[in-house]
């Protein structure tokens, strides 16, 4: 199984860069996900990692350290569109399936 | 493409009352879920397939049943609605090659109201 661990809540301002920390403890890794989802909406698809280091898609990157169970997803130039929960997902092993943290909200202030 | 549809958008059931939840996806996707959202909790599995005709429990099981009858479409049936099944309901699909990423997407959610 897996165990996912990620904060509840992060605040920021606009223009400026958070770091979502995600932790996992897993019996088989085979990649790690990070979606968007704003409120009541579908989660997003946003970046994949499944080798160390570190994957940039314009604003967003995701880092990824296996040996410490461990990855961040990295906003810069935050701007309001960016409020919204995000959500680490583990991929298991020879797995169909994802396992997803709680989600972390995060809120960008003017 | 219209991706990945879900029906109904929302729902209030009686404790006691059945009803089945559709899944749609016109991607041509080999694998379907069904998860649950919870206040704090994130996305819980319920049920998923790797296949048409083929089914498997997830991490929640209890209390709900699924079909995969056609490739397309993947149904979530309750018997006997409880209240502890309110809460928003989200299929999702991805196609079937494991060696790649293939990420799941994710249909808008059916929000169901049990009392």
């Known amino acids: 199984g897996q165990n996912i661990d990620q904060p509840t809540e992060m605040t920021a301002t606009e223009g400026a860069i958070v770091q979502i920390n995600c932790t996992y403890q897993?019996?088989?890794?085979?990649?790690l996900f990070w979606y968007q989802q704003h409120a009541g909406e579908a989660p997003t698809f946003l970046s994949y990692n499944v080798l160390d280091g570190l994957e940039e898609k314009g604003r967003f990157s995701s880092f990824l350290s296996r040996s410490k169970g461990y990855s961040y997803l990295l906003l810069k130039e935050l701007q309001m569109k960016d409020s919204a929960s995000y959500l680490c997902?583990?991929?298991?092993?020879?797995?169909?399936?994802?396992?997803f943290g709680a989600g972390t909200t995060v809120t960008v202030r003017a | 493409n219209a991706g990945v549809t879900q029906t109904p958008k929302f729902r209030v059931l009686k404790t006691g009352q059945s009803m089945t939840l559709l899944c749609a996806q016109d991607m041509n996707h080999e694998y379907m879920y069904w998860y649950r959202q919870d206040p704090g909790m994130g996305l819980r599995l319920i049920h998923y397939s790797v296949g048409e005709g083929t089914t498997a429990k997830g991490e929640v099981p209890d209390g709900y049943n699924v079909s995969r009858l056609k490739k397309q479409n993947f149904l979530l049936g309750l018997e006997s609605a409880a209240p502890s099944q309110t809460s928003v309901y989200f299929c999702?699909?991805?196609?079937?090659?494991?060696?790649?990423?293939?990420?799941?997407?994710f249909g808008p959610g059916t929000r169901l109201t049990v009392t």
């Open positions: 999702a699909s991805r196609d079937g090659d494991r060696d790649l990423i293939h990420e799941q997407y």
């Open positions: 997902a583990v991929r298991g092993l020879g797995d169909y399936k994802l396992s």
């Open positions: 897993t019996s088989g890794f085979n990649g």
